[in-house]
């Protein structure tokens, strides 16, 4: 693969799901807080004003509202957790991105699905978009992060570290499940905090955002800043 005629200066992308292989604007985001504050409410027995607050700092201070759940000492399986607060997302609202679907798969170097997000969301957000879950060469996600929150070990301790993006052992857990030198990586994610730790790790880094006026040459960057759809991303990756 070249990139204006140079080759490409990536060996694998990194990218993430939620708000970066499809718009923020669609509703998703949206529905997704509205249940984590409804399960905070159940779960901690308090009013939807501070359940909105709550949710806020636990983002904050852990990263998320599970994690902040989980470290307060509460009784919380990850999947009791997930099923409330993505099974139950308007899933209808993700179209299918025929363009996006043909970019990725028009990129010959390994891509590797890097999110917060349980399995099952990745593989149904996968399915709206009509992407299918083979164009990625794995899927690193909450369950490939945690192992030690399922199964027995979990007894082990009770307050476990939940690990996700942007902790550094989250990243490093991505660079080295991804086998390519960071360097040689391209992690392109919506967060200004996950793009940060990408940086921090070594990755070279693009932030999405919806700037249509964003778009900037790939071939030299270490940093970058590109637009959704990320198909203006990669308009000169195809070989
Ligand atoms: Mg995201």
Redesign the pocket.
């Given at each position: 693969m070249e990139i204006c005629g140079s080759p490409s200066p990536f060996d694998c992308l990194l990218l993430?799901?939620?708000?970066?292989l499809y718009s923020p604007t669609i509703g998703i985001g949206r529905a997704c807080k509205r249940n984590i504050e409804e399960f905070l409410a159940g779960k901690r027995g308090v009013s939807k004003e501070r359940a909105c607050s709550l949710r806020v700092e636990h983002f904050r201070n852990h990263g998320s509202s599970l994690a902040g759940l989980i470290a307060l000492g509460h009784d919380v399986h990850p999947d009791e957790y997930h099923s409330f607060v993505h099974g139950r997302l308007p899933y209808e609202l993700i179209q299918p991105d025929a363009e996006l679907r043909e970019l990725l798969r028009s990129i010959t170097q390994p891509k590797i699905l890097f999110?917060n997000s349980d399995r099952q969301h990745a593989k149904r957000a996968l399915q709206r978009l009509g992407i299918e879950e083979e164009c990625f060469h794995r899927i690193i996600c909450f369950e490939t992060m945690n192992p030690h929150l399922f199964g027995d070990e979990r007894e082990a301790s009770k307050t476990p570290e939940v690990v996700l993006k942007p902790s550094a052992k989250a990243m490093e857990t991505a660079v080295r499940l991804a086998g390519f030198p960071p360097h040689r990586t391209l992690f392109v994610?919506?967060?200004e905090r996950?793009i940060a730790a990408g940086k921090a790790i070594g990755l070279r880094t693009a932030l999405v955002n919806d700037n249509p006026c964003g778009l900037l040459s790939l071939s030299n960057m270490t940093s970058a800043c590109v637009p959704r759809p990320l198909v203006l991303l990669c308009e000169g990756w195809k070989a």
């Open positions: 993430d799901l939620d708000d970066t999110t994610d919506d967060s996950n």
